[in-house]
């Protein structure tokens, strides 16, 4: 599986920006996909994760109720909706497949990561 994020960008504190990942291979859905980031000297984090069939999601606590991670398996490609951006979102964000959700940090394969910075 190859995956290409992008969408990334620079917006102003409130603001809005949603991601997309697109992924090669004809079975997307048998993976599940997650969202991490990484700011500059910091460790990569986990942002959140959607299961294959797209009914389960799970989001790290710092992005909860801002950011939404949704799915288009009919077009190999994962979505990260994120809302109401904090400076302390300001991070390259990757994304990654795996084969469940409970093991997402530990993914299979990863993305180039797609820069978000957000303005104060």
């Known amino acids: 599986v190859q995956l290409q994020a992008f969408g990334g960008g620079l917006v102003q504190a409130g603001g809005s920006l949603r991601l997309s990942c697109a992924a090669s291979?004809?079975?997307?859905?048998?993976?599940?996909m997650g969202w991490f980031r990484q700011a500059p000297g910091k460790e990569r984090e986990f942002v959140g994760a959607?299961?294959?069939?797209?009914?389960?999601?799970y989001y790290a606590d710092s992005v909860k109720g801002r950011f939404t991670i949704s799915r288009d398996n009919a077009k190999n490609t994962v979505y990260l909706q994120m809302n109401t951006l904090k400076s302390e979102d300001t991070a390259v964000y990757y994304c990654?497949?795996?084969?469940?959700?409970?093991?997402?940090?530990?993914?299979?394969?990863w993305g180039q990561g797609t820069q978000v910075t957000v303005s104060s």
């Open positions: 291979g004809r079975t997307f859905s048998a993976y599940a």
């Open positions: 959607i299961s294959g069939s797209g009914i389960v999601t």
């Open positions: 990654a497949a795996g084969s469940s959700i409970a093991v997402i940090t530990t993914a299979d394969y």
